[in-house]
């Protein structure tokens, strides 16, 4: 779920003196003479450029993944401005850090101030950063946060429409043990329960099934044009014994019908600067489906 919505303006690099990056482990350092950035989210198929270096001086950029473990950098080297291009970066990194060292006195390094952007002849903006908390009236709505990416690539969720002050739950999520089954009749699958509130042929998302029908496997979960959540495990030897042999398992299903509630507390309207980012963060630093909308306001 999302706990926080983050602006950005158009230079996306803070810049932190008196530290440095490690070349062995991108573990954080202390230098009185270095100068660094925080964790900058980045696409990993756009270019990046860090301008305002001291070419006296040696620089390189790290990479990091979702959680922010360090994948590798590139070389350090004496350089003017740092290039970040789609062919240099991994495939897993979603943040980078650029960094500065190597100098003969901190009077070198004191006036160095970064610029992040897509251009390397942007002129220099101070750093600019807002983050303003989801209110937890939106946070505490039933299944908030969830959705389902579909096989064909679509995506279902739960929106919050803050615009208009309107939450659309479209998806649920239930446990087993709150579920009573029933032997099935039909020899592909041993169990069923009749799901009214799930919509017919839909697709639905379990950590223990897989929603493929490849009958080789034994682990299935479906839900049919009739409503009917469908279970394939011969492991199990009743229909008694579903809900409690897998208890605490969640099933995330697509609502039957959308049910539309009003909001008492929303995020009211955040500024963007031109050129600017706006950046969905949720606690657990994952990358996760979603739409931004943007309204200019004059």
């Known amino acids: ?56 001086c040696m ?12 994948i590798n950098r590139n070389g350090g080297a004496q350089r003017s ?24 006195s901190v009077d070198v390094v004191k006036d160095v101030k970064f610029m992040m952007s897509q251009s390397p002849s942007d002129p220099y903006v101070p750093y600019n950063k807002t983050t303003v908390l989801v209110p937890s009236a939106v946070k505490n709505l039933p299944d908030y946060g969830l959705g389902i990416v579909k096989s064909d690539g679509s995506i279902v969720a739960n929106e919050v429409d803050f615009e208009n002050g309107v939450y659309y739950h479209r998806v649920g999520q239930v446990d087993f043990k709150d579920l009573t089954f029933k032997p099935a009749s039909e020899a592909t699958f041993t169990y069923y329960y009749q799901f009214a509130e799930a919509k017919a042929n839909s697709e ?19 839900i049919n044009q009739y409503h009917s959540l469908l279970l394939r495990d011969t492991s199990i030897s009743s229909a008694g014994a579903v809900s409690t042999t897998n208890s605490g398992v969640k099933i995330v299903y697509e609502r039957d019908s959308v049910e539309t509630k009003p909001l008492t507390d929303f995020i009211r309207p955040l500024p963007v600067e031109n050129g600017g980012t706006l950046t969905l963060v949720n606690e657990h630093n994952l990358d996760m489906p979603s739409v931004i909308k943007y309204k200019k306001e004059v």
């Open 204 to 222: 639905c998302i379990c950590a223990k099934y897989t929603t493929s029908l490849d009958f080789t496997n034994d682990k299935i979960i479906n």
């Open 81 to 104: 401005y740092l290039a970040i291009t789609p062919s240099d970066v991994p495939s897993n990194a979603r943040y980078i850090r650029a960094n500065q060292y190597g100098a003969t």
């Open 1 to 56: 779920p999302v706990e926080s919505v983050v602006s950005v303006g158009k230079n996306m690099a803070d810049t932190i003196y008196g530290k440095r990056i490690n070349s062995n482990d991108g573990s954080v350092l202390s230098d009185p003479v270095g100068v660094m950035t925080s964790l900058i989210p980045i696409d990993p198929t756009k270019t990046y450029y860090v301008t305002g270096l001291k070419n006296t």
């Open 59 to 70: 620089s390189f950029f790290a990479w990091y993944d979702a959680n922010g473990n360090y």
